[in-house]
């Protein structure tokens, strides 16, 4: 009688965690990603990341910490960070036009490129302070699942001057 119960409570046990696993599998939003990481389609990359200001317009970006055989990042992230943008989080598909928003995600072959357009659920959101800058991404389109956070403290930002 106790084999019968052990069995039968290893046996409840088993089909809740089955139960869990098919959850999570139809969930099509991305595992958002911790500070300073890009996650696609699970897979998780370190990344070294910087905030440039200029005058009119500020920069962020990232690239991996991982190199190819070449020596040159596995992705690259480049965001354009228009001063209306601040403080704001944004919600797919229902994002500004007219290139306020722009981020951009490519492979050093430029075989894999996803940017601000492609996603057709998800968030964006950037944020500045005195002391943080923060622009994270998190969204899916057809299967396809990417999240990225650029984090930069104040302490490590690069002001730019560009020629006019």
Known sequence: MKARTILCALAATMMLFVGCG???????TAAEAAVNTLVVNGKVYQLSSHYQMGVDRTYAGAETVDLN?????????TADVEDVTLNQ???YPDIPGG???????????WDFQ???PE???GTITISRTDDLFVYKVNGSRDGLT???NITVPASE???????R
């Open 22 to 28: 098919k959850d999570d599998e139809n969930n099509n």
């Open 69 to 77: 055989a070449n020596g040159d990042p596995l992705y690259t992230i």
């Open 89 to 91: 989080t944004y919600t």
């Open 99 to 109: 290139g306020e928003l722009f981020w951009g995600i490519h492979d050093a072959n």
């Open 114 to 116: 996803i940017g601000t």
């Open 119 to 121: 996603l057709t659920e």
């Open 146 to 148: 990417v999240s990225f």
């Open 157 to 163: 930002w690069e002001e730019v001057v560009y020629d």
